[in-house]
């Protein structure tokens, strides 16, 4: 008789993980609390769906234990998942790293999935929310609102509670708290801050390329590069994204943050000071406060401009802005969540709980959080694809 294997979570990581485990021999049942599947992968990359990357870098993955990504990713690769979505019909495009669907629409590469999973017989049943998953000897009785399902293996791949999309939430973590599996505080990341002045309204709408880095209790630390997008409450873009996940954990724990922006990255201090300087001795007749005009656009020059006519200190004013943080706007707005269920808890080669055999969690639920770029649907396929195929053995090691 083939393992009876349920999953909770008709998500990406759920999806993937029902296609290995029914490969493997599984009788697999999909459990989804929406009315559809894979309602958040239908929203990835602006609907795009940015499958993976094709660079995974040290800094790719973030986690109490980051290095436990990394470990996993060399069970199931980059191209591994290349050649899973090539075998099912995906045609993909690569922009400078970033990896798509060729149609460019999530939607097909859902379809696809689900398509695949019906031919290995998965039963997808949606509008299913699961309430309890409770022992039942060595098996489990997975409860919902309308029936209860015996289960040789569970899969938890509930996702968080990122982002607006209906069914979002924090069931995941709790069924781990009941199998006694420890949670890191799950926080917003991938999502904008909101700063302390009151100067926001006059910069909302821009859009400009600089440097930002994280300064903690006076101490700057990691940076990132990209486009900026000035908002009435603060800032935006990727590369606020990339270090929000920090922000939101340092403000958790009470340390003063700052973002100290470089609206000028190609340059040294002291190029711009020289740059400044040249453009006010060709251009005799202009004002000092027009010297930025042509640099920036109007809305921030105001904001920008150092009013003391030393081309010095509006260079350093440049290279240093200080933005106040507030905070990170909430997890409604956040792409993904930091924290979730500890991985010195969890298998790494299997994503098997080190508590409770046969049971596994995969994607969102688990303390991995991956950097804007197509990372955290690549988390989702290879934790999900782990655990799949490990559910469906008969027979696994101790």
Same mark, same amino acid.
Request: charged share 25%; glycine share 10%; aromatic share 8%.
């Given at each position: 008789?083939?393992?009876k294997?349920?999953i909770?979570?008709?998500?990406?990581?759920?999806?993937?993980?029902?296609?290995?485990a029914?490969?493997g021999g599984a009788?697999?049942t999909?459990?989804?609390?929406?009315?559809?599947?894979?309602?958040k992968?239908?929203?990835?990359?602006n609907?795009?769906?940015?499958?993976?990357?094709?660079?995974?870098?040290?800094?790719?993955?973030?986690?109490?234990?980051p290095?436990?990504?990394?470990?996993?990713?060399h069970?199931?690769?980059?191209?591994?998942?290349?050649?899973?979505?090539?075998?099912?019909?995906?045609y993909?495009?690569?922009?400078?790293?970033y990896?798509y669907?060729h149609?460019?629409?999530?939607?097909?590469?859902?379809e696809?999935?689900?398509?695949?999973?019906?031919?290995?017989?998965?039963?997808?049943?949606?509008?299913?929310?699961?309430?309890?998953?409770?022992?039942?000897g060595?098996?489990?009785?997975?409860?919902?609102?309308?029936?209860?399902?015996?289960?040789?293996?569970?899969?938890?791949?509930?996702?968080?509670?990122?982002?607006?999309?209906?069914?979002?939430g924090?069931?995941?973590?709790?069924?781990?708290?009941?199998?006694?599996?420890?949670?890191?505080?799950?926080?917003?990341?991938?999502?904008?801050?909101?700063?302390?002045?009151?100067?926001?309204?006059k910069?909302?709408?821009?859009?400009?390329?600089?440097?930002?880095?994280?300064?903690?209790?006076?101490?700057?630390?990691?940076?990132e590069?990209? /486009?900026?997008?000035?908002?009435?409450?603060? *800032?935006?873009?990727? !590369?606020? =994204?990339? @270090?929000?996940?920090? %922000?939101a954990?340092?403000?958790? /724990?009470?340390?003063?943050?700052?973002?100290? *922006?470089?609206?000028? !990255?190609? =340059?040294s @201090?002291?190029?711009? %000071?020289?740059?400044?300087?040249?453009?006010?001795?060709?251009?005799?007749?202009?004002?000092?406060?027009?010297?930025?005009?042509?640099i920036?656009?109007?809305?921030?020059?105001?904001?920008?401009?150092?009013?003391?006519?030393?081309?010095?200190?509006?260079a350093?004013?440049?290279?240093?802005?200080?933005?106040?943080?507030?905070?990170?706007?909430g997890?409604d707005?956040?792409?993904?969540?930091?924290?979730?269920?500890?991985?010195?808890?969890i298998?790494?080669?299997?994503?098997?709980?080190?508590?409770?055999?046969n049971?596994?969690?995969?994607?969102?639920?688990?303390?991995?959080?991956?950097?804007?770029?197509?990372?955290?649907?690549q988390?989702a396929?290879?934790?999900?694809?782990?655990?799949?195929?490990?559910?469906?053995?008969?027979?696994?090691d101790?």
């Amino acid at each position: 008789m083939s393992k009876k294997v349920v999953i909770v979570g008709g998500g990406a990581s759920g999806l993937i993980a029902a296609i290995y485990a029914a490969a493997g021999g599984a009788s697999v049942t999909v459990l989804e609390q929406n009315n559809r599947f894979g309602k958040k992968l239908l929203c990835t990359g602006n609907g795009k769906c940015n499958l993976t990357n094709s660079e995974i870098r040290k800094t790719s993955y973030r986690g109490t234990t980051p290095g436990f990504a990394k470990d996993a990713l060399h069970d199931f690769t980059m191209a591994d998942t290349m050649a899973f979505f090539s075998a099912i019909g995906v045609y993909t495009k690569n922009k400078n790293g970033y990896i798509y669907p060729h149609s460019e629409q999530a939607s097909t590469v859902l379809e696809l999935l689900e398509m695949k999973a019906r031919s290995l017989k998965v039963k997808l049943k949606s509008m299913e929310q699961v309430t309890a998953v409770k022992n039942q000897g060595d098996a489990f009785l997975v409860f919902t609102d309308n029936w209860q399902y015996e289960a040789d293996a569970v899969i938890v791949a509930a996702g968080s509670s990122a982002s607006l999309i209906e069914g979002s939430g924090d069931s995941g973590y709790r069924l781990a708290e009941n199998f006694g599996h420890q949670i890191i505080k799950p926080l917003p990341a991938l999502v904008p801050v909101k700063g302390l002045d009151s100067y926001y309204g006059k910069w909302a709408g821009v859009r400009v390329e600089a440097k930002v880095t994280l300064e903690i209790n006076g101490m700057t630390l990691i940076g990132e590069s990209g /486009e900026l997008q000035m908002t009435d409450y603060g *800032i935006s873009g990727i !590369p606020v =994204f990339q @270090l929000s996940r920090y %922000i939101a954990r340092v403000k958790e /724990e009470g340390l003063p943050v700052n973002l100290i *922006i470089d609206f000028m !990255p190609d =340059f040294s @201090l002291e190029q711009l %000071i020289v740059f400044l300087e040249t453009r006010m001795k060709g251009c005799p007749y202009k004002r000092y406060e027009d010297l930025l005009v042509g640099i920036f656009p109007k809305k921030l020059i105001p904001i920008l401009r150092q009013d003391t006519g030393n081309c010095k200190e509006q260079a350093e004013k440049l290279k240093s802005f200080v933005f106040h943080v507030d905070k990170t706007l909430g997890a409604d707005h956040a792409q993904v969540m930091s924290g979730g269920v500890l991985t010195d808890e969890i298998e790494v080669h299997t994503m098997e709980s080190k508590k409770r055999k046969n049971l596994y969690f995969t994607g969102e639920v688990l303390d991995i959080d991956g950097a804007c770029g197509g990372y955290n649907l690549q988390w989702a396929w290879t934790s999900g694809a782990l655990a799949g195929r490990a559910a469906a053995k008969e027979d696994k090691d101790d």
